[in-house]
């Protein structure tokens, strides 16, 4: 397997993954690592960790996956579900750590599972599960 981190972290450069400081060190067919380092902007108005900065970690992981291991012949997707359960939170300067793994990669969905976990306390924030749905042209 090829790790394709670099050529993902380059891709991102504007978007919102960018914008919010998510980096991966590895993105390959079946796994990928990613991380972000908790900010004043990532929080709620409430002075916790907005729930969205965990998802857009966890669903940009998953969705780096499903496009490193597209079937042949298919050209996108597209998340037709994803849940997440929250267990912990994380505090400004902490770093969360997102590891998600392909659980079914099949020719018209891919599901996929993360975890995200506060480096810091090692306390598992988060676990993630969405659905992607393959495109394939007309």
Not at 65 to 88: D, H, M, R, W
Not at 91 to 110: I, K, S, V, Y
Not at 117 to 124: P, Y
Request: glycine fraction near 10%; include cysteine; hydrophobic fraction near 40%.
């Amino acid at each position: 397997m090829t790790n394709r981190a670099e050529e993902f972290n380059a891709h991102q450069r504007g978007s919102l993954p960018d914008l919010l400081g998510i980096t991966f060190e590895e993105v390959e067919a079946d796994h990928v690592r990613g991380h972000l380092t908790v900010r004043p902007g990532h929080m709620a108005p409430n002075g916790y960790l907005h729930a969205a900065t965990i998802v857009a970690l966890a669903d940009t992981a998953c969705g780096y996956g499903c496009v490193a291991s597209l079937p042949q012949g298919a050209t996108g997707f597209t998340t037709i579900e994803l849940k997440a359960n929250y267990l912990s939170t994380a505090r400004n300067g902490h770093d969360m750590l997102c590891e998600a793994r392909l659980t079914h990669g099949g020719r018209m969905t891919q599901v996929w599972d993360a975890e995200v976990t506060n480096v810091n306390s090692g306390k598992v924030m988060a676990l993630f599960r969405c659905t992607q749905m393959l495109l394939y042209p007309h």
